[in-house]
């Protein structure tokens, strides 16, 4: 393909996809395509170092992603969840694209950056991270460090977000506190030559995961609740699950959320019908060949999840949203390990794809035990002008909520004594 900028060699296909993410960063680099990144996550932080010392960075967030820690963030997503449909009124009008992104704010900085980082994130915390994302532009591509409006306004944001962020790593090393977070992960790391991480480096780092994982998962959520919501037979049979895994039980742990599988298989499905990062970009940096195809230095290198993902010899009818596809006996995701790739593959795979699948499906499950849903757009489509690719907005909903559910009130008077059904 002729981009602008390079000759762009794509792969496509099982075989192509081994070649692409198999091939070690000295061969296809990500840090060229990403510099973009670089004013954002900031100097010396992940593609602004060597791809030795990015490695290290990256590692350092394992601890925080491993299994103990998700039983953690699990109950802290369904916490975050019901209380940010709880501020809804009983019936109203949302763009689904904006839901997805305010919550998922809330569910991954309330785990990733801990209890005191969430209380910080004041009206002027989100207006700063949108100042930072509204930096994020075409012209960013070509050149992030153009004089543009939007760079300046970025560069601000990022100045005043590190400061806020210092605030609580200080507060955090002051008070001794230990917390199950990123943030302590990365107060407790060190470099392989022993060093510990600066300030800076952790600002950067926690910056880094948050933007990883925010609109990627927003624009996530956003997918499933129209997909469900148009397939009206499969979204039946999730909420026959949900009432056989809870019964009326409103407290969830993570053993739920795990025995939600087809609520967790649709998400699967909406992430391969529409991947939110729609293409894998990396410079060639050193020739090597591929089958018949000579691939050279200075060309850039694609690979696409959304193209992919819609091959018919890897998924049966692409077109359709059949979620039972990654069920028993079929299993179509299964038959090769870079099958499916919305969180791309090798040693770059994404390092939150657990924790992602896992926030999905609380909060979708919170979404629809407590509310119905009409959507009134005539049609839902990606935007392709964003990076992140989301639905086009408008993207309006109708909701209504169900009646909640009946409450025992402690027995403090005879009044109160029988079971009530709560406000609303
Ligand atoms: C639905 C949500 C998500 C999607 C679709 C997604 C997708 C991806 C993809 C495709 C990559 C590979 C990029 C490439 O090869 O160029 C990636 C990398 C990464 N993701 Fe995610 N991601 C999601 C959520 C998250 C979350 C929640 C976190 C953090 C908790 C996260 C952290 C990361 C990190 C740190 C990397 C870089 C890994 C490396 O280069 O070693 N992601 N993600």
């Given at each position: 393909m002729k981009l602008p900028g390079a000759d762009t060699v794509v792969f496509s296909g099982l075989k192509a996809h081994e070649a692409f993410f198999r091939q070690p960063d000295e061969v296809l680099s990500q840090k060229e395509v990403y510099q973009f990144m670089v004013p954002i996550f900031g100097k010396g932080i992940a593609y602004d170092t060597t791809p030795e010392l990015m490695k290290e960075q990256m590692a350092f967030l394992h601890p925080g992603l491993r299994e103990a820690r998700l039983r953690t963030y699990a109950e802290l997503f369904v916490e975050e969840a019901e209380a940010f449909f709880d501020r809804w009124d009983n019936e109203g009008v949302v763009d689904l694209y904006d839901i997805g992104n305010e919550l998922t704010i809330y569910t991954s900085s309330r785990a990733l950056l801990g209890g005191d980082f969430r209380k910080h994130l004041s009206g002027e915390f989100a207006r700063l991270y949108q100042e930072l994302e509204g930096g994020l532009t075409l012209w960013s591509f070509l050149n992030p460090y153009l004089p543009i409006p939007a760079h300046r306004r970025r560069d601000k944001a990022r100045v005043k977000m590190g400061e806020m962020i210092k605030r609580i790593v200080d507060e955090r090393r002051r008070e001794g506190r230990q917390e199950s977070d990123i943030l302590q992960t990365l107060l407790e790391a060190k470099y392989s030559d022993g060093r510990a991480l600066s300030d800076d480096e952790i600002v950067g780092i926690l910056l880094t995961v948050m933007f990883a994982g925010h609109h990627t998962s927003g624009v996530t959520f956003c997918w499933n609740t129209i997909l469900m919501n148009q397939h009206p037979a499969y979204f039946a049979r999730v909420m026959e699950e949900q009432k056989a895994v809870l019964g009326d039980r409103t407290t969830l742990k993570v053993e739920d959320l795990r025995a939600m599988t087809l609520l967790e298989r649709s998400v699967k499905e909406t992430l391969r019908m529409y991947p939110a990062i729609i293409m894998l970009m990396r410079r060639v940096l050193k020739d090597f060949s591929y089958e018949q195809y000579e691939v050279k230095a200075g060309q850039m290198a694609l690979c696409s999840p959304a193209a992919s993902h819609h091959i018919e010899t890897i998924?049966?009818?692409?077109w359709k949203y059949d979620?039972?596809?990654?069920g028993p006996g079929r299993?179509?995701?299964?038959?090769?390990?870079?099958?499916?790739i919305a969180f791309g593959g090798g040693k770059h795979r994404c390092l939150g794809a657990v924790f992602a699948t896992l926030q999905l499906v609380a909060t979708s499950s919170v979404l629809a035990r407590h509310f119905e849903l009409e959507l009134l757009e005539p049609r839902y489509y990606p935007d392709y002008k964003r990076i992140l690719v989301g639905p086009h907005q408008p993207c309006r909903a109708r909701y209504r909520r169900k009646k909640r559910p009946l409450v025992q009130v402690p027995l403090t008077s005879p009044l109160d004594a029988a079971p009530i059904q709560a406000a609303g």
């Open positions: 998924f049966k009818d692409p979620p039972d596809r990654y299993e179509e995701d299964r038959q090769h390990p870079l099958a499916f």
